[in-house]
């Protein structure tokens, strides 16, 4: 039987819309579609077995529709990226030992301040209620680093840690072994805490928690290569897509330590950007000129401007101990994706005539109210034993960032 054109176009109609019919209903069926960590559908996607939303039901396989960062208190989103991670300027001092390379960065969260003497005094409570008086001793800042045969600082050993007066300022006298001693009582307390305010069982296991969708990182000091990206900040230099306008010797724009603009950052044009050393027994300035840098000795960890991640203090203050073993060939030995040296592992110490290079040894970072300006830079880079401590180097805290919710 021939159609007409007009029966023929009626049973064309009629055959698209039981196509588009059958076809809405696939997408709209339960359990298919496209899936994400909150909308997870109600059947696998590859038997068609239903889903079991109950945690508590033991006897089929659990999905989880929740899946959820908690970072903790005082903590900045750093998003991650492609960085050149290197010395910017000259490197007078011939150290050759952070030599220019493009690497990538994973995003991660870091302290927005450096750890202060009250931050500290809590863990010191805390800890009294958990380990021996002699493993409490051990944690105790050495507050002797203030003291000098050819200086009067003696006051500060008494009052820097102790008075109230200094209680947000940074935290100093503190080894690299009592810094991630730090960070690992925090991960422990903070996870309670969230533990009792999400009412989570107690007894289940970090696994279990992080199978739930409750994922609780570690606090961890920073590796060197995310403290430099972090302090660079290179974040509003780019033009035409992913070209960058200029590089950043210090973690804000321009060559020189002064505020060059009038509104962009607190304070006035051509205020001090940093805590620092400005010269040979210069630490301040002269008394009464408000655009010094305001304070001799550390200062206040929410002085100054932050950089444009929002971190305080990524230039100056104090230094910050990091997590990473020294090694002068760590440029161009690690990976160019999450840089990090662990050890001296294809740096061996038997490479060196010094005994300087062990495995003891660790990079700081960053500059402190002690140093001039060259230290200032993000790429500069020293060591010290992991301990020893002194009164300019201090740390802050870093986690790894696990995703967006829903992704």
Request: hydrophobic letters at 35%.
């Amino acid at each position: 039987m021939r159609l007409s054109n007009k029966s023929w176009g009626m049973w064309a109609a009629a055959l698209m819309l039981a196509s588009a019919s059958i076809l809405s209903s696939c997408q709209k069926s339960p359990g298919y579609g496209r899936r994400t960590a909150s909308s997870p559908g109600k059947k696998s996607a590859t038997t068609g077995a239903s889903f079991n939303f109950d945690e508590k039901d033991t006897t089929q396989f659990f999905v989880s529709k929740n899946a959820e960062q908690i970072p903790g208190p005082n903590l900045k989103f750093i998003q991650g990226g492609r960085t050149v991670l290197g010395s910017q300027e000259e490197d007078i001092m011939a150290f050759r030992d952070n030599l220019e390379r493009t690497v990538s960065i994973a995003s991660f969260y870091m302290d927005e301040t450096e750890m202060t003497n009250n931050d500290y005094r809590e863990f010191l409570f805390d800890m009294r209620k958990r380990v021996s008086a002699d493993s409490l001793t051990k944690l105790e800042p050495s507050e002797n680093v203030w003291t000098s045969a050819m200086s009067f600082n003696d006051l500060y050993q008494s009052y820097y840690f102790r008075f109230p007066g200094f209680n947000f300022y940074p935290v100093a006298g503190v080894t690299w072994k009592q810094a991630s001693a730090y960070a690992k009582w925090r991960t422990e307390f903070v996870q309670e805490l969230v533990r009792k305010d999400r009412g989570l069982d107690s007894t289940m296991t970090k696994t279990q928690l992080i199978e739930r969708g409750v994922a609780m990182a570690d606090f961890r000091l920073p590796n060197e290569a995310e403290w430099e990206y972090a302090a660079k900040a290179m974040i509003g230099t780019q033009y035409l897509d992913e070209n960058q306008e200029y590089g950043r010797i210090y973690p804000w724009d321009g060559r020189g330590v002064r505020n060059p603009y009038n509104v962009k950052r607190k304070g006035k044009q051509g205020d001090f950007l940093a805590n620092f050393k400005r010269g040979r027994g210069d630490y301040a300035g002269i008394s009464g000129n408000q655009r010094n840098d305001g304070e001799i000795l550390p200062t206040n960890v929410y002085d100054m401007a932050p950089n444009d991640f929002g971190l305080y203090h990524m230039a100056g203050n104090m230094n910050e101990w990091v997590y990473d073993v020294y090694r002068p060939l760590t440029y161009q030995d690690a990976d160019d994706l999450n840089p990090l040296r662990k050890d001296g592992v294809y740096d061996e110490e038997e490479n060196y005539e010094t005994s300087l290079f062990t495995d003891e040894m660790r990079v700081y970072k960053g500059g402190s109210w002690k140093d001039v300006a060259y230290w200032l830079a993000p790429g500069t880079r020293r060591f010290m034993h992991q301990d020893s401590a002194t009164n300019h180097i201090g740390f802050r805290c870093a986690m790894i960032s696990i995703g967006a919710k829903g992704k």
